[in-house]
């Protein structure tokens, strides 16, 4: 098993000159004062800042503040690169995309929150991400791309390999944009079911948050109100 996105108006004055070239008259004009008239460009707007780490854990949830789960509600780093166990891709490329994404891979910074629920005992978890300007939706176009051709893929995890089945659902809307599938891993029927975990991932500004579900046979949904809380702090965050 594997452990556990400038309009331009036209203003007053750009009417009027275009009703004058509709009727064939366009404004008279002095040609010194049209020469002597500095050109304007509007501005462009200066890249958005992305969230640092230590925003995003700010914005993650405290002690308290979801009463579904036990306490703690740790927030975590992502282990410093090249330690920890590492594992080869999975057998399909756009299956291994949908990993990385919604794992943070790529990402400025992202930081994990765990939620031990006190009805699934098997627990949830969600993944806070930020990108440069722009990539964030790049990253999420990317991540619908691969939805639409992983459908079953084969990798290794912690206690070996396995065989994953992914299933696209309807999603709430959620942030600017979101999708929701399921990742099925065959058990046995000594484990009481399939590993069954959902995945809710939101593209909200320039960050992805992704949220997930995991349970043993049963179809689990991560508290929606929850998700709609999170997504409004990443929102909240990002505002000038």
């Given at each position: 098993?594997?452990?556990?996105?400038?309009?331009?108006?036209?203003?007053?004055?750009?009417?009027?000159?275009?009703?004058?070239?509709?009727?064939?008259?366009?404004?008279?004009?002095?040609?010194?004062?049209?020469?002597?008239?500095?050109?304007?460009?509007?501005?462009?707007?200066?890249?958005?800042?992305?969230?640092?780490?230590?925003?995003?854990?700010?914005?993650?949830?405290?002690?308290?503040?979801?009463?579904?789960?036990?306490?703690?509600?740790?927030?975590?780093?992502?282990?410093?690169?090249?330690?920890?166990?590492?594992?080869?891709?999975?057998?399909?490329?756009?299956?291994?995309?949908?990993?990385?994404?919604?794992?943070?891979?790529?990402?400025?910074?992202?930081?994990?929150?765990?939620?031990?629920?006190?009805?699934?005992?098997?627990?949830?978890?969600?993944?806070?991400?930020?990108?440069?300007?722009?990539?964030?939706?790049?990253?999420?176009?990317?991540?619908?791309r691969a939805l639409d051709t992983?459908?079953?893929?084969?990798?290794?995890?912690?206690?070996?390999?396995?065989?994953?089945?992914?299933?696209?659902?309807?999603?709430?809307?959620?942030?600017?944009?979101?999708?929701?599938?399921?990742?099925?891993?065959?058990?046995?029927?000594?484990?009481?079911?399939?590993?069954?975990?959902?995945?809710?991932?939101?593209r909200t500004g320039n960050t992805?948050?992704?949220?997930?579900?995991?349970?043993?046979?049963?179809?689990?949904?991560?508290?929606?109100?929850?998700?709609?809380?999170?997504?409004?702090?990443?929102?909240?965050?990002?505002?000038?």
């Open positions: 098993m594997q452990p556990r996105g400038t309009r331009l108006t036209a203003t007053a004055a750009g009417a009027v000159i275009g009703l004058f070239l509709a009727s064939g008259c366009a404004p008279a004009q002095d040609p010194e004062s049209a020469a002597e008239a500095p050109s304007t460009t509007p501005s462009a707007e200066a890249p958005a800042t992305p969230l640092t780490m230590a925003q995003l854990k700010s914005v993650a949830f405290k002690e308290g503040e979801v009463p579904q789960a036990r306490e703690p509600l740790a927030v975590q780093e992502p282990l410093p690169e090249g330690s920890g166990r590492s594992f080869l891709p999975v057998s399909v490329p756009a299956c291994q995309t949908l990993i990385d994404v919604r794992n943070g891979e790529a990402s400025f910074a992202h930081v994990f929150q765990h939620f031990n629920w006190k009805e699934n005992i098997m627990g949830g978890g969600s993944t806070l991400a930020s990108y440069e300007d722009g990539q964030a939706e790049q990253r999420f176009a990317e991540l619908k992983c459908r079953r893929y084969e990798g290794e995890g912690y206690v070996g390999p396995f065989e994953a089945t992914v299933t696209t659902q309807a999603s709430p809307e959620y942030g600017e944009e979101a999708v929701t599938f399921r990742e099925i891993v065959p058990m046995g029927p000594e484990y009481g079911g399939d590993r069954n975990e959902q995945f809710v991932v939101v992805i948050a992704t949220f997930s579900e995991l349970s043993i046979g049963k179809d689990l949904v991560f508290p929606p109100e929850v998700i709609t809380r999170q997504v409004e702090r990443l929102r909240n965050a990002q505002r000038p």
